[in-house]
């Protein structure tokens, strides 16, 4: 069940450029880091770590961006990719984590 504030961002979604992949109403995650990088903006957000308004600008222009390095051939496309990249902007932005951080955790 969702909390009050994760209906919020979920629902503030639909619709969008930056609307989660869904299945019969549900979000679909197609690997474990994926619902955990959900989860994780949720609750930094929620936390007061960013806004989740400033996280979906940031998602929006990833995937703009995503899709303007990509006009024809799309299939490597992965929404979740794009919000982790997202986030990653997200937490940098917001001094959580800075950005060179985030690169060593990746090669470690």
Known sequence: ML???????VTEMMGSTDNPPRAN???????EWERKAFGMALA???DGFFEWD???DELISTISAW??????DRS???YYDQFLAALEKAVAKSG???AD???????A
């Open 3 to 9: 909390t009050q504030f994760e209906h919020f961002a």
């Open 25 to 31: 109403g549900s979000l679909c995650f197609g690997s």
């Open 44 to 46: 930094l957000a929620k």
């Open 54 to 56: 400033d996280f979906r």
């Open 67 to 72: 899709e303007a390095a990509h006009p024809v």
């Open 76 to 78: 490597s496309w992965n």
């Open 96 to 98: 959580v984590i800075d």
């Open 101 to 107: 951080e985030i690169k060593a955790a990746f090669a």
